[in-house]
């Protein structure tokens, strides 16, 4: 396969013994593996070289003017729009537009814009999407927000972009025939762009666990070159002499195939829209060639291929579901291809989704407890009525509106009609109590372990001669993964606790034994929070899905505005907050929802003490005991948590007038403390930092805040009593161990 041969077992005077055999493919396999890691970073650094002069304009203080041309549509965004900028001899860039909306900036329009330029960074807590790698994949590596008109001009499209256009007229097309919001669903199935699709709607998709038509596969591909490959044999059919002279079949699938990349291109050459392209070219390759071409030759073709030109796809969740899942579906098709229709239908789902659960717990935490009766009633409904329909309707309709024949609104209803009941049948059953569930996110070992069984149990369907070692190889991996599960449970006693990386705000989480807390979730607004993209992936990705204790520390958007966030994905027992202030919106919001949910909500008033089990305590003083404080940080709820003699505290966002009550009512040296307001100059006064000596000091922010945290001088004073300074935007999430004998230990995301 890749050029490389060995010479067979006994044949000259090389006589290779298995085990040689397995040193020849292990040297092989190292080889590509590290020039694939070459590749990568080679990869990265031409990336970065390419966007240089992006990266020095980024160091700059304040905005700098930038001009640019737009190379895609612009898509929806929070207040306006979102797209991509060539800026000429610098690089690309994604550049949000506050107060536009699509129709004012074409593709292939000029624009001029003031902007502050900011890297594209993750937050550095595990469990994550990386949204870093995702822009990559693009060939971008910095954003900006501008505000249109005030920022932001255009002056006129200066470059043509037959694609984009034409994918503009597809929307405008969909939006005018059957309304915003079927058009939203349509455009993500016929173009695989979710964007226009409200939050709600979309995550409904995925909680059905149907979330998969949204994007373009090999159907997609199948109906737009069979459609195309059948019209140019029929119009070819209408010459005697052409059907005799020319090699029509060849014709018709070379015609088929071109349209098909036409397509993918339209697509935005998503992963499985490339992935699906790539096989039916192989085909059609092999079929030019006389040659014989396996399923599973041509998906390994296709792999290499798009790793080829973009290594970070292998890191795409999109293009690892894609693969993993044809792969699980070519490998079965022997078994799937028994018995009558319905049968095979029944076959196919069930594997397709048996390949996705484990990369879905990976990726998204959870996986959909009806996808299997949903998909069986669906797909064949979407693959031979709703789908064909949709993308031919489209064709004729854009194909009469070229020709400036008025295309009759008629002709969309059924279309209109179809969407709507998939709509409604999918928010109904997202709505079910076993729709979703939310799972511990695996570890690569057992991601492996489960992988390796399947494909073995694939292998004891295909017959007898395999039957007994297939047999042997999954009781083997069952047994090492049953071992690892029992070393994680009895090897797992250590006190952690974690200050998240969640930009600026703060959440802090608490594990012992048996108890799980949490303290603050973040900032954000529903549903687009840290509690939902942040704090609740971190906890699944530790495999906690139960919050014994949520405490509010107080009712800003910087601590408080991921608990909705939180509440909705996972299961809380107890919440503790301070009295909430008349004008905290917040507060209301949060209260509406522990009622929905029935989930005990207590206010402190007083100092309170909270058992987590052996050795390990909760103290939390509320603010509100002192009369004297007039400030909204100086009333919130600070907490200290103590175990086998090690104390950590966190004094949420209280100034110094707090600190001074606090220092009277509670003095020690404490092994770790979350700065005070994020290091604020109003707060870690020189009192309330010579009254605590901490060994750590956690500052957590995020990185270009423009309120300037933390203060150089509230840093220095920390400095000068020999504390150790770590910072969320540098270190990402830290963690602090305590074992069974009370040693205390720091560690980074970074190391």
């Known amino acids: ?105 074409p593709p292939g329009e000029l624009i001029r814009f003031s902007a502050r330029l900011r890297p594209i960074v993750n937050v550095k807590t595990p469990g994550t999407f990386d949204r870093e790698l995702w822009w990559k994949q693009r060939g971008i590596m910095f954003q900006a927000y501008t505000e249109y008109p005030l920022k932001c001009i255009c002056l006129g499209k200066i470059h043509p972009t037959p694609i984009e256009d034409l994918r503009v007229i597809v929307l ?57 490959g059948i019209l140019i044999k029929y119009l070819l059919s209408f010459s005697d002499r052409l059907l005799l002279t020319l090699p029509v079949k060849k014709i018709s699938i070379a ?23 790539l096989m039916v070219f192989s085909f059609g390759l092999a079929f030019f060639l006389k040659r014989e071409l396996s399923a599973v030759c041509a998906l390994s073709l296709s792999a290499w291929l798009i790793v080829l030109f973009n290594p970070y796809s292998l890191k795409n969740p999109g293009f690892l579901l894609s693969f993993f899942a044809v792969f699980f579906l070519i490998w079965y098709s022997p078994w799937i291809n028994t018995g009558n229709s319905f049968e095979k239908l029944i076959k196919l789902t069930i594997i397709a989704w048996l390949s996705t659960v484990p990369l879905s717990s990976v990726f998204f935490h959870q996986t959909s407890l009806i996808a299997i009766p949903l998909n069986i009633i669906i797909i064949p409904v979407l693959g031979t009525i709703l789908l064909p329909g949709l993308i ?74 395999e039957r007994r070692f297939s047999i042997g190889a999954v009781t083997v991996t069952l047994i090492f993964m049953l071992s690892f599960h029992w070393y994680q449970a009895y090897h797992g006693k250590d006190i952690e606790f974690y200050t998240l990386d969640v930009g600026q705000g703060l959440s802090q989480v608490i594990f012992t034994p048996k108890k799980v807390v949490l303290v603050d979730a973040g900032g954000g607004t529903f549903p687009y929070d840290r509690g939902s993209f942040v704090v609740s992936p971190f906890l699944l990705s530790k495999n906690r899905d139960v919050i014994d204790y ?21 299961k809380v027992k107890k919440v503790i907050g301070p009295k909430p202030a008349h004008h905290q919106k917040i507060f209301k919001r949060i209260k509406s929802l522990l009622n929905e949910k029935g989930i005990p909500f207590r206010i402190i008033n007083s ?39 090690r104390s950590i505290l966190m004094p949420a966002d209280i100034e110094e007038k707090r600190e001074m009550c606090l220092t009277k009512s509670f003095t020690q040296n404490v092994d770790l403390l979350v700065a005070p307001h994020h290091g604020s100059v109003t707060s870690s006064s020189i009192n309330f930092v010579e009254s605590f000596r901490p060994k750590f000091v956690v ?17 220095m004073r920390y400095l000068r009593i020999g504390s150790t300074i770590l910072e969320t935007p540098i270190h990402g999430t830290i963690k602090a161990s305590i074992d069974q004998k009370g040693n205390f230990t720091i560690s980074t995301y970074e190391n």
């Open 1 to 105: 396969m890749y050029g490389l041969t060995f010479p067979s077992k006994g044949n000259g005077p090389y006589k290779s013994s298995p085990l040689s055999s397995l040193f020849q493919a292990l040297i092989v396999s190292g080889m590509f593996f590290f020039l694939g890691l070459f590749h990568v970073i080679a990869h990265d650094f031409l990336l970065k070289l390419k966007n240089k002069g992006l990266l020095e304009l980024s160091t700059q203080n304040g905005s700098v003017v930038l001009q640019g041309v737009i190379d895609k549509v612009p898509v929806p965004s929070i207040d306006g729009i979102r797209t991509e900028i060539e800026i000429h001899g610098l690089g690309r860039l994604c550049l949000y537009i506050k107060g536009a909306t699509e129709s004012d900036f």
């Open 172 to 228: 405008h097309r969909l939006q005018k025939m059957i309304g915003t919001q079927n058009a939203g669903i349509a455009t993500a199935m016929v173009l695989g762009e979710k964007s226009w699709i409200d939050f709600s709607t979309k995550e409904a998709f995925f909680k059905a666990g149907i979330g998969h038509i949204l994007a373009v596969s090999g159907l997609h591909l199948a109906i737009v070159a069979t459609f195309f």
């Open 255 to 277: 015609v088929g195939c071109a349209f098909a990349l036409l397509y993918v291109a339209l697509a935005g050459f998503s992963p499985s829209a490339q992935r699906a392209f």
């Open 392 to 465: 031919l309707t489209l064709l004729l309709d854009i194909s009469l509106w070229l020709f400036n024949c008025a295309p009759s609104s008629v002709m969309w209803y059924p279309i209109s009609f179809l969407i709507n009941l998939l709509n409604s049948v999918v928010q109904n059953a997202s709505k079910l109590a076993i729709s979703t569930l939310h799972i511990y996110s695996p570890t690569y070992f057992e991601v492996l372990c489960f992988y390796l069984i399947l494909f073995f149990i694939g292998l004891l369907l295909r017959g007898e001669p």
């Open 550 to 570: 949520l405490i509010i520390s107080h009712y800003e958007t910087d601590h408080a505005g991921g608990v909705l966030g939180v509440l909705e994905k996972l």
């Open 607 to 645: 100092y309170e003490t909270i058992s987590l089990g052996e050795n390990s305590m909760l103290f939390i003083y509320p603010g509100s005991t002192y009369k004297d404080l007039t400030k909204t940080n100086d009333k919130g709820l600070v907490t200290v948590f103590w175990s086998k003699g």
């Open 699 to 715: 500052f957590s922010y995020g990185l270009g805040n423009g309120f300037g945290l933390p203060d150089p001088k509230v840093k």
